[in-house]
Each structure stands twice: as C-alpha cells, then as structure tokens.
C-alpha cells in the first residue's frame, strides 16, 4: 500500500496561483508516476496533468500553459503549479499514483477560485 498526503489547495481570486503537492512516505516516485485530477461539482472526474515514472510530462489541452507538473530532487513529491486560475478550475482535485499494486487516489483537496 502507497501512503501519501494532498495538500495546497484553498480560495484564490480570478488571475491567482495555488501549487499543489502529493508527497509519497516510504517510497519514491522513482518507481511511480503521477496524476492530477479534478472534479467539478455537478461533473465527472478528469484528468488535468500527469508525469511518468520516466520523467514524460502530458496536461490537459484546456490548463497547458497556465498548470506545470513537476517532481522535487528527492522524488518523494510531485507538484501542481497552477496560474492564471480562473472560475471554472474550481473543483476538488485529486493526486493519483501510478504503478505496481495501483492506481491509488488521494483523498483530493479542494481549490476554489472567486472573486
């Protein structure tokens, strides 16, 4: 069983930044990759970024140049820089660890964004 922890969400305004982080205990993301996710009220879960265990980067068409994906130097934690936020990126959002035994979802941390 992979144990690791959200955090970093909160209430921003229109134009403002949260990063979001997923910090693994006792393993590395050496030997997994990473997800975000997030859910509107009302909508389904979708994905918005993700990095492999290789390092391979992908986001969500609607969040490229806005959200950055990233893995710290120890490998123990995976970050979601967000900018730009607008309404509409309100939602829950979730980190999903990918590998052997897998998928494991976090418990998801909200972000809300208004004015």
């Known amino acids: 069983q992979v144990q690791f922890v959200e955090s970093g969400g909160g209430l921003v305004q229109p134009g403002g930044s949260l990063r979001l982080s997923c910090e693994l205990s006792?393993?590395?993301?050496?030997?997994?990759?990473a997800a975000w996710y997030r859910q509107a009220p009302g909508k389904e879960r979708e994905y918005v970024a993700s990095?492999?265990?290789?390092?391979?980067?992908e986001y969500k068409d609607s969040v490229k140049g806005r959200f950055f994906i990233s893995r710290d130097d120890a490998l123990t934690t995976v970050y979601l820089q967000m900018n730009s936020l607008q309404p509409e990126d309100t939602a829950v959002y979730y980190c999903?660890?990918?590998?052997?035994?897998?998928?494991?979802w976090g418990r998801g941390t909200q972000v809300t964004v208004s004015t």
């Open positions: 990095i492999s265990r290789g390092g391979t980067i």
């Open positions: 999903k660890i990918i590998g052997f035994g897998g998928p494991y």
């Open positions: 006792g393993s590395s993301f050496s030997n997994y990759g």
